[in-house]
T-cell receptor, first 112, second 112 residues
Framework: NAGVTQTPKFRVLKTGQSMTLLCAQDMNHEYMYWYRQDPGMGLRLIHYSVGEGTTAKGEVPDGYNVSRLKKQNFLLGLESAAPSQTSVYFC???????????FGPGTRLTVL | KQEVTQIPAALSVPEGENLVLNCSFTDSAIYNLQWFRQDPGKGLTSLLLIQSSQREQTSGRLNASLDKSSGRSTLYIAASQPGDSATYLCAVLYNQGGKLIFGQGTELSVKP
């Protein structure tokens, strides 16, 4: 039981490049989330999903897109990376019963 | 506005001391409250989850309490150890499947 996994762990991009972050969970959880964590700003919700095929905007969705084509996967895309998107990105998932959120190890992204 | 506040922002104690971390929230209509631990450069590890109907939860040397009427939760750590050094985050969930609202965290340092 791997829990929540994220790939890649680290990435450096140049301004304007695109990339996709992958989150996978093996706990059959309905709900999945993407957060970013920045010094002094805490954790902020980017997008979330309440089930396969559904997505919704969080607090800071601009510049990001997401897809949940399979229940176990939640993808976060950056179409045209900007230096302001330099951050640590965390994925989380939770089941319907307890609503306890489990987090992945994070992806450290630097945009030059 | 739903806000979560953690005091103090940083705490340094000698090994063996019992300590209390505080979390307060502005809206008492919570669904549950979760305490996390985050080590530097790592993801968030769930420590304890308290449902809105519960008053406390215990796991080993950790005890979390919840007082909805006063909008407060405390995390009690008994017999602290250097390995307890980390940032502790409190997060409140207001709706099933909804987003967690995080406090800014308390950075704990336990000195040998």
């Amino acid at each position: 039981n791997a829990g929540v996994t994220q790939t890649p762990k680290f990435r450096v991009l140049k301004t304007g490049q695109s990339m996709t972050l992958l989150c996978a969970q093996d706990m059959n959880h309905e709900y999945m989330y993407w957060y970013r964590q920045d010094p002094g700003m805490g954790l902020r919700l980017i997008h979330y999903s309440v089930g396969e095929g559904t997505t919704a905007k969080g607090e800071v969705p601009d510049g990001y897109n997401v897809s949940r084509l399979k229940k176990q996967n939640f993808l976060l895309g950056l179409e045209s990376a900007a230096p302001s998107q330099t951050s640590v990105y965390f994925c989380a998932s939770t089941g319907q019963i307890l609503n306890e959120q489990f987090f992945g190890p994070g992806t450290r992204l630097t945009v030059l | 506005k739903q806000e979560v506040t953690q005091i103090p922002a940083a705490l340094s104690v000698p090994e063996g001391e019992n300590l209390v971390l505080n979390c307060s929230f502005t809206d008492s209509a919570i669904y549950n409250l979760q305490w996390f631990r985050q080590d530097p450069g790592k993801g968030l590890t769930s420590l304890l989850l308290i449902q809105s109907s519960q008053r406390e939860q215990t796991s080993g040397r950790l005890n979390a309490s919840l007082d909805k009427s006063s909008g407060r939760s405390t995390l009690y750590i008994a017999a602290s150890q250097p390995g307890d050094s980390a940032t502790y985050l409190c997060a409140v969930l207001y709706n099933q499947g909804g987003k967690l609202i995080f406090g800014q965290g308390t950075e704990l340092s336990v000195k040998p």
